[in-house]
């Protein structure tokens, strides 16, 4: 399963707000489309919006509509501009688009194909390196399980966030092909239900065990002392190590404290923001409140409510026990290994 590809001049993508029920791809040349489908996520995961936005910047041309050759820089620019409107937080989406406005200027004396098979050189290597990292990740993610339990998962960054396997899902299932695996709690994920919808999904069709939990079921199941490692992914991961990640995630990582169970952080080195110093600078997305109020369109909530809607939360790097990247595994004082790694990389 490909998430997002790249096929025939337009950009392809499982629309993962029809999963479970409805496998739909949806093709598009329009790139105001990619940017909508981006800020519904109809695509999501970190890395899966950066590689869809490294191709929706080659929708800005119609490769059969020559432009003239002066226009062309700007209309490749403006559309990293929109797709880097769509969602805050994740900063793979602005890697990726940064990646794709330094070929634009490198290459924007050249002419008009020229200029767009460069981009579309750089968006397949951001895809690959996705598929590249996300092995490298469940390989050395895996080694990190030392013996047949359960472990917990929260949303999904599994193949679907992902050009690849995924992160946490990844070392999930590296693990789960090595024995390592009886069981993975999976939180449903409120409010979208990217665990029940999802990840229960993905690992279903693995054929591994999985036992779905509400969220706030997640403290009791950690206390059963059945549970090796919680493993989630995360969206952006500030210089000094905090993580941010779905809204959820960081409740979870001080139950895993409060019961003597490893937080492990698994993300690719693209999803690490050395230019953002803590985790407090970290912007963090508001959704429309009526993804709390309502449940599959149905209201729930009483009329007159106020909502707080933030997608992601804020992890701090002293409850994270090791952050799985694809140029190695992080461990504390993971301020100074993510110093090293920014080095080296
Ligand atoms: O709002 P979403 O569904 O895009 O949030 C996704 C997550 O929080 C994932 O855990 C994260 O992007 C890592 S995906 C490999």
Redesign the pocket.
């Known amino acids: 399963m490909r998430t997002v590809d790249w096929v025939g001049g337009k950009v392809r993508f499982l629309d993962q707000t029809r999963l479970p029920f409805e496998e739909v791809y949806v093709e598009t040349d329009d790139p105001d489309v990619l940017a909508d489908a981006i800020g519904k996520?109809q695509i999501?995961?970190?890395?899966a919006?950066g590689v869809a936005a490294a191709f929706g910047v080659l929708l800005a041309v119609s490769p059969s509509q020559p432009s003239s050759a002066q226009d062309l820089p700007r209309r490749y620019l403006e559309v990293c501009d929109s797709l880097g409107a769509t969602?805050p937080t994740?900063v793979n989406l602005f890697n990726a688009l940064d990646r794709m406005r330094s070929v634009i200027r490198a290459a924007s004396a050249a002419g008009g194909s020229e200029l767009y098979n460069a981009l579309l050189q750089e968006a397949l290597a951001i895809q690959q390196e996705d598929v590249i990292a996300c092995k490298r990740i469940g390989e050395l993610g895996a080694d990190l399980l030392t013996r047949r339990a359960a472990v917990l998962t929260?949303?999904?960054?599994g193949a679907l966030?992902?050009a690849g396997e995924?992160?946490?899902l990844a070392v999930i299932k590296a693990a789960a092909r090595q024995g390592k695996i009886d069981r993975v709690f999976v939180d449903e994920t409120r409010p979208?239900l990217?665990g029940a919808r999802l990840t229960s999904w993905e690992l279903v069709r693995e054929g591994i065990p999985v036992t779905l939990i509400t969220d706030s079921t997640a403290g009791s199941v950690l206390r059963s002392q059945t549970v090796q490692a919680v493993i989630?992914?995360?969206?952006r991961i500030a210089a000094i190590g905090d993580v941010a990640?779905?809204i959820g995630t960081y409740p979870l990582a001080v139950l895993a404290r409060e019961h003597g169970v490893q937080f492990i952080v698994a993300?690719p080195v693209s999803t690490i923001d050395v230019h953002t110093a803590s985790g407090n600078l970290i912007p963090i997305e508001e959704r429309n409140p009526a993804e709390v109020t309502h449940l599959a369109g149905i209201r729930i909530a009483a009329p007159g409510v106020d909502v707080f809607a933030p997608?992601?939360d804020v992890t701090p790097n002293y409850l994270i026990s090791a952050i799985v990247t694809d140029k190695g595994v992080l461990m504390p004082p993971l301020g100074d290994a993510l110093r090293r790694i920014s080095v080296s990389a």
């Not at 989630?232 to 969206?235: H, K, L, P, R, S």
């Open positions: 996520l999501r995961g970190a890395p919006i969602r994740a929260h949303c999904n960054a966030a992902t995924g992160t946490a979208l990217q989630v992914g995360a969206d990640n779905k993300a997608a992601f």
